[in-house]
């Protein structure tokens, strides 16, 4: 049974640094595309950031420069380091793997976990 937990979530002033994490169970790909999206209030899901097997890596043109995802070698728990946090990052933060294979497609992740709440103030 595959399971994504996030933590790390919490409140920040505009400016600072959040790092979240995702621990990750039960995911047996070998080829697998991992990422991370949030979801504010009132609006629809946002995709920020995927990483896969081969190490390929896209962002988000609104967290560009300022987020980095990372995994650890065993792909057991993915990373978001945020830095330079606005008011407008505040969501819930969620992690999420595909069913296998490099290719990172929005409608493939079939494996979400619960999200962490993320606040940014002014």
């Known amino acids: 049974q595959v399971q994504l937990v996030e933590s790390g979530g919490g409140s920040v002033q505009a400016g600072g640094s959040l790092t979240v994490s995702c621990a990750v169970s039960?995911?047996?790909?070998?080829?697998?595309?991992m990422g991370w999206f949030r979801q504010a209030p009132g609006k629809e899901r946002e995709w920020i950031a995927t990483?896969?097997?081969?190490?390929?890596?896209i962002y988000a043109d609104s967290v560009k420069g300022r987020f980095t995802i990372s995994q650890d070698n065993g792909k057991n728990t993915l990373y978001l380091q945020m830095n330079s946090l606005k008011p407008e990052d505040t969501a819930i933060y969620y992690c999420?793997?595909?069913?296998?294979?490099?290719?990172?497609?929005?409608?493939?992740?079939?494996?979400w976990g619960q999200g962490t709440q993320v606040t940014v103030s002014s």
């Open positions: 999420a793997a595909n069913r296998g294979g490099r290719l990172c497609l929005l409608n493939g992740f079939g494996y």
């Open positions: 990483i896969n097997s081969a190490g390929s890596i």
């Open positions: 039960g995911y047996t790909y070998s080829n697998y595309c």
